[in-house]
């Protein structure tokens, strides 16, 4: 096989923006729908019947279903009902809510294992519910469930590869513009895969160095 890959390389600025988009997007949607999951599980936890009932299935439905469709209809769906988002917008929406459906559940399971003594430690310092959940409670739940979150994150960094399906140009679409015009496809999903292996390996790095320093303390 005679591999060319300077006619995929020659089209670095095509890489490098679809690389940019792709960090952007994950960049909005991961914080987000980090925040989405908490909100989740705190519902889950400690909020009004019907709330926890609205929230439960949103879960079940985000968890069940495939990220493209949920995608897809966000994106052909939406329109019928008078409501249109562009690529770029679809896409952040579609990742936050399937991150806040997966990491809901994964805080869920971390406050459940926090020792009841704490929380009882916690109300007899006249602490509000809110106040034990974000102060006492989350902490310690987020630092124990972290490794999984963070996995869940780089998968829906690397879920946002079905993002040029709905013409957001980001490193796979980039890569599907290049095979077609050079006809080195091999080349160029061989590159695409180089690159999101490097996101996902500093994407680790990074929030593996956040986590204990910004989000739940040493």
Not at 111 to 124: F, H, M
Not at 132 to 160: C, D, E, H, K
Request: proline share 5%; hydrophobic share 60%.
């Amino acid at each position: 096989m005679d591999l060319d890959f300077a006619a995929v390389l020659g089209l670095w600025p095509m890489l490098l923006k679809g690389l940019l988009l792709t960090v952007a997007l994950s960049a909005v949607a991961l914080p987000l729908g980090l925040v989405a999951g908490i909100a989740a599980a705190w519902v889950r936890l400690h909020g009004h019947p019907a709330l926890r009932a609205l929230v439960a299935a949103y879960v079940e439905l985000f968890r069940n279903t495939p990220f493209i469709i949920q995608l897809f209809f966000l994106f052909f769906g939406l329109p019928s009902l008078g409501v249109r988002l562009s690529p770029a917008l679809a896409s952040v929406i579609a990742m936050v809510l399937n991150l806040g459906a997966y990491a809901g559940e994964m805080v869920r399971a971390g406050v459940d294992a926090t020792p009841r003594g704490q929380i009882e430690a916690a109300q007899s310092l006249a602490l509000n519910r809110w106040q034990i959940f974000t102060r006492v409670v989350l902490p310690p739940a987020l630092r124990r469930v972290w490794p999984a979150l963070v996995g869940q994150m780089i998968l829906v960094m690397l879920g946002s590869a079905v993002c040029g399906q709905i013409s957001t140009e980001e490193v796979s679409y980039a890569a599907n513009l290049i095979s077609s015009r050079t006809f080195r496809s091999f080349e160029s999903y061989i590159v695409v895969t180089l690159i999101y292996l490097g996101l996902a390996v500093l994407m680790r790095q990074l929030l593996n160095w956040i986590g204990p320093r910004l989000i739940f303390g040493r």
